[in-house]
């Protein structure tokens, strides 16, 4: 009786096992610039937007199969207000006075998300890889004129184990953090606003 009880345990793990190897991971990122911007600013308003113009939410799958049913998402709904939140407060540490409503003749800065993708590198063995990418792009008009600026990140992993979900969110988070870190970065996106 007690090695059927044993017997049923170690079926029971052993599906579990299974079938967190193969569930979706809808991760929620949370990036935070973490470079000072410069100031270029005097309180004017700027209207800021963010926007996700991925075709998917979906970046890839855990085994880098296109069939694979171990999805890893991020929605706009999750993303779209974290970078709102970090581009006005990149905004008002520029100098600026951020607002979210347009108005004409008001300088702008949107940020977008473009792409956000988890792929399967090269595997060696014992040891496999994912590869992320992250491209943003930063658009600040002012009085006629628009500067456009794309800022790609690029992370490769390398992992005996498969990433869980924490896992995998914390990369996610620190690729698009470099993003943004590298969007701010950019003097010109503040000069311009400043003109």
């Known amino acids: 009786m007690l090695r ?27 990036p935070k610039r973490s470079v000072a911007v410069p100031a270029s600013g005097s309180g004017q308003a700027v209207t800021v ?15 880098g199969s296109a069939s694979s049913t171990a999805t890893i998402s991020v929605s706009p709904h999750e ?19 951020p607002t979210a409503e347009p108005a004409p003749g008001r300088p702008s800065l949107t940020l977008t998300l473009k792409k956000l993708s988890y792929e399967r ?3 060696q063995p ?7 990418e992250s491209v943003i792009e930063a658009e600040a008009s002012n ?34 953090t470099d993003g943004l870190n590298r969007a701010f970065a950019d003097p010109e996106l503040g000069q311009l606003l400043a003109r």
Do not use: W
Not at 5 to 25: I, R
Not at 49 to 63: C, E, F, M, N, Y
Not at 79 to 97: D, H, K, N, T
């Open 143 to 176: 009085d006629g004129q628009t500067y456009t600026g794309t800022y790609t990140s690029r992370r490769v992993q390398s992992y005996a184990v498969k990433p869980d979900k924490a896992t995998n969110q914390r990369m996610v988070t620190d690729l698009l």
């Open 4 to 30: 059927r009880l044993l017997l049923g345990a170690a079926g029971v793990t052993a599906l579990l096992a299974l079938s967190a190897c193969s569930s979706p991971h809808h991760l929620q990122p949370d």
């Open 121 to 123: 590198g090269q595997s």
């Open 49 to 63: 937007i963010a926007a996700d113009d991925r075709p998917s939410d979906v970046l890839g799958t855990r085994s």
């Open 126 to 132: 014992l040891v496999d890889e994912a590869r992320l």
């Open 79 to 97: 993303i779209v207000p974290r970078l709102q939140a970090e581009v006005e407060r990149a905004v008002r540490e520029m100098g600026f006075s």
